[in-house]
């Protein structure tokens, strides 16, 4: 019997992960300009409903795993300094283009030719990320280096007594804030930008 190749089961495994995702997204309408715009104007509350989805459902599901399985955590370290700038990069790039990274490919997929300009821009911008990572490597990524914690291992408790509180917070944005309401992208700038 034939053993298949760990390296194209990977990919095969990828592919339809990748599949799933760029469907689900597209489904919550998070690969529409409007959608994300109306996030940042608090006009469209679906970005913050589905993040939050996804939040829970991943914390629940990664520590049930952890726990009941051993499967292991892969932690990423908690370079505070890169992850502000980072993070202000990313929110300003957002809020210009409308998308970000997984949302704008769905977005091409969707066929909204203005995503391809913010897709050649996250090239780009790898790119020189790229080339000055010895620079940041050397002078960001050592400030404020908490190295590979979790919140739970800094406070001695367990995750579950973060994660059940967190999906009570879920619940009330769910209550308290809608999701796409009829009209909401009225007066969002670019309106005539992205398809419907």
């Not at 050397?138 to 590979?148: D, H, R, Y």
Request: aromatic share 10%; with cysteine.
């Amino acid at each position: 019997m034939l053993k298949a190749d760990p390296n194209i089961l990977n990919l095969v495994y990828g592919l339809l992960t990748g599949l799933v995702f760029g469907f689900l997204l597209q489904r919550a309408t998070v690969t529409r300009f409007r959608t994300i715009v109306g996030q940042l104007l608090w006009a469209d509350h679906t970005v913050l409903r589905t993040m939050f989805t996804a939040v829970v459902v991943g914390a629940i599901g990664v520590y049930a795993m952890h726990q009941m399985w051993d499967v292991p955590l892969h932690i990423k370290p908690a370079t505070l300094l890169a992850n502000v700038i980072g993070g202000v990069i990313f929110g300003i790039g957002m809020a210009i283009l409308g998308y970000c990274p997984g949302t704008g490919l769905g977005a091409i997929g969707e066929g909204s030719r203005h995503a391809i300009f913010g897709f050649v821009g996250m090239l780009v911008g790898a790119a020189i990320y790229a080339e000055a990572y010895p620079w940041i490597s050397t002078n960001i990524l050592p400030v404020a280096n908490l190295g590979k914690v979790t919140i739970p291992d800094q406070t001695g408790l367990s995750p579950w007594f973060f994660i059940v509180p967190l999906i009570g917070i879920a619940l009330i944005v769910f209550a308290v804030l809608p999701g796409r309401r009829e009209g909401a992208d009225r007066g969002l700038p670019g309106k005539t930008l992205a398809p419907a």
